[in-house]
């Protein structure tokens, strides 16, 4: 089994709204909860009671695609509104993301980091300090998990920034990404996803849920071709559709009637119903 640690602040953990895109199930990908491997079902973070969709998903069905005989884990570390400060290295959340790696290590081979954080250091100036800070932290992170070659893809800030609701808060984005280029291009295994053309919720500052699929496709891109996604990819929508475009196998069909009973959106006669033709079928 293979894992990927998820790490950054909200657009990481994710703030799309569930119900405006189709859920992704697969058995195949997994999530550390609680200290065993979940079944992934969405929102994959718990820092808010907000949380929902995020890059994550759609970056495992890639995976999943081009790896069909294993598996994949995502390790949930990400928390909203933390700056590149609270990722200190003797900051607990740091602290945290490398014992949930640790622990995820013990029954599965970390292949990479997913990074989405930003906003909060994209005001005041705080673009100055950031790239020392972030190159630190990426090098803590290998050296704590005992793997210097390690692969960390850095997703880029979305260039709706700076202009309307909570997004006024963060007009220096583009210092950022422009760090993030720069790290990308000096530091080995780095890899960038851009920002570009995604679009946000009502807020002005979390990515929509339908940009987050794209956005995991971009991940992946970076991730599995090893190279800095500058632009837009020209097959991205029809990556996302194909991610959706899959027959559900039998497992994955009776854990969808499971979820859908216990949100209360079908009722116990209903549940039993469905639950017999998937047994018999």
Same mark, same amino acid.
């Given at each position: 089994?293979?894992?990927? =640690? ?9 703030? *799309?709204?569930?119900?405006?895109? !189709? ?8 999530? =550390? ?28 069905? !890639? ?9 994949? *884990? =995502? ?46 250091? $994209?005001?005041? *100036? ?19 998990? #005992? ?24 007009? !220096? ?6 760090? @993030? ?33 794209? @956005? ?43 979820? =859908? ?5 079908? $009722?116990?006669?209903? @549940? ?6 998937? #047994?018999?079928?």
């Amino acid at each position: 089994m293979k894992s990927v =640690l998820l790490i950054g602040q909200s657009n990481m953990a994710g703030r *799309g709204f569930l119900d405006d895109v !189709e859920p992704i199930i697969n058995e195949k990908i997994k999530v =550390l909860k609680n200290g065993r491997w979940q079944f992934m079902d969405e929102p994959i973070h718990s820092d808010r009671s907000v949380a929902g969709v995020g890059p994550a998903a759609s970056f495992a069905a !890639e995976w999943i695609a081009a790896h069909p005989n294993e598996t994949l *884990g =995502l390790i949930p570390c990400a928390d909203g509104g933390t700056s590149i400060e609270d990722w200190s290295t003797n900051q607990p959340l740091t602290r945290h993301a490398i014992s949930e790696a640790k622990f995820a290590m013990e029954t599965s081979e970390i292949i990479g980091i997913l990074w989405h954080q930003g906003e909060s250091d $994209s005001n005041n *100036g705080n673009f100055k300090q950031y790239k020392d800070k972030l190159i630190t932290l990426i090098h803590h992170f290998r050296n704590e998990l #005992h793997n210097e070659t390690l692969p960390f893809v850095i997703g880029g800030l979305g260039d709706y920034l700076g202009k309307t609701g909570f997004g006024k808060s963060a007009p !220096e984005y583009a210092e950022i990404n422009k760090i @993030f280029e720069e790290i990308c291009t000096s530091e080995s295994n780095c890899y960038y996803a851009n920002g570009i053309g995604l679009q946000a919720n009502p807020d002005g500052i979390h990515i929509n849920a339908k940009s987050q699929r794209i @956005f995991g496709v971009r991940y992946y891109d970076a991730f599995s071709k090893r190279h800095n996604v500058v632009k837009p990819l020209a097959n991205e929508q029809q990556r996302v559709a194909q991610i959706y475009d899959r027959k559900l196998t039998k497992n994955e069909q009776l854990y969808v009637q499971f979820a =859908l009973f216990s949100k209360n959106k079908i $009722s116990f006669d209903t @549940f039993n119903e469905r639950m017999a033709t998937l #047994h018999n079928s």
